[in-house]
Each structure stands twice: as C-alpha cells, then as structure tokens.
C-alpha cells in the first residue's frame, strides 16, 4: 500500500542526485584532485567577523518554527490514522 510512495521517493532522489553529479562534473568540480587533497591542511587567514544582519539573527528562529511545524503536522497525522483506524476510541 504504502511502497509505490517510497519507490517514488527513492527514483525521485536518484534523479536529483544524478542531476546533481553530471552538473559537478560538467563545472569541472572534480578536476583538481592533487589540489583537493591538500586543502583540509592549508591554513587560512583568519576572517574578521561580519556584521551580523537582521536576518542572521532572526535565522535560527525561522528555523526551529519550521522544524516544529513539521514535526506538528507528522504527529497530527499520525493521531488522525491512528483515530480512524480505531485504535484511539474517540
């Protein structure tokens, strides 16, 4: 009942994902290899710190609303299954 949504999800990430891989090749992301190796170990110059926007503050509370929100909506519908599959009585 429930497989053809997650075979959907599957093809749908495979697709993205390979989207994803051929434009990475196409930009040339992955020429370099001998450079890409050694960039964890090159020290960087140490940025100053950038004024902090309004956005930047407000960011994390979009964040955490969203998060809430999604985890709401998955606990209302499994309230709603559970209620009307009648494991709930009402």
Known sequence: MYFPYFIAYMVIGL???????????????????????????????????????????????LVLGIVCSGLLASAVFVLFVLVKSGTIPV
């Open 15 to 61: 697709v993205i994902s390979v989207i994803v891989f051929s434009w990475a090749l196409k930009n040339g992301q992955f020429k370099d290899q001998q450079r890409a190796r050694f960039l964890p170990l090159e020290r960087e110059p140490e940025a100053l710190p950038a004024d902090v926007s309004r956005f930047h503050r407000i960011e994390p509370y």
